[in-house]
Nanobody
């Protein structure tokens, strides 16, 4: 089992920045591709970003490309999501995911493990 705990959410004004963190425990972190999803009130869950096991490959949803950056520190068992130029439509609960195979499975949300999420609220 892999346990995922997110932190770093909060309330920010439009145009501001937040950095989310996801601390993993339980199994070898570097064996898992990681990613972020979000769910806004009344909307479907949405893929945000993914990163390969090594961190060399990253991918993003079009809605956040150029504003969000995903990264990981395998020595700290942590994945990050730096969110800049935030918009009110970015308001959602952001959840961290881990998957042994990664790639398309991350994009499709077919992930082995999910965190509980952290709330991000962007005011206009």
């Amino acid at each position: 089992q892999v346990q995922l705990v997110e932190s770093g959410g909060g309330l920010v004004q439009a145009g501001g920045s937040l950095r989310l963190s996801c601390q993993a425990s339980g199994r070898t972190f570097s064996n898992y591709a990681m990613g972020w999803f979000r769910r806004a009130p009344g909307k479907e869950r949405e893929f945000v970003s993914g990163i390969s096991r090594s961190g060399l490959s990253t991918f993003y949803a079009d809605s956040v490309k150029g504003r969000f950056t995903i990264s990981r520190d395998n020595a700290k068992n942590t994945v990050y999501l730096q969110m800049n130029s935030l918009k009110p439509e970015d308001t959602a609960v952001y959840s961290c995911v881990a998957d042994y195979f990664g790639g398309i499975r991350i994009r499709k949300g077919e992930c082995d493990y999910w965190g509980q999420g952290t709330q991000v609220t962007v005011s206009s």
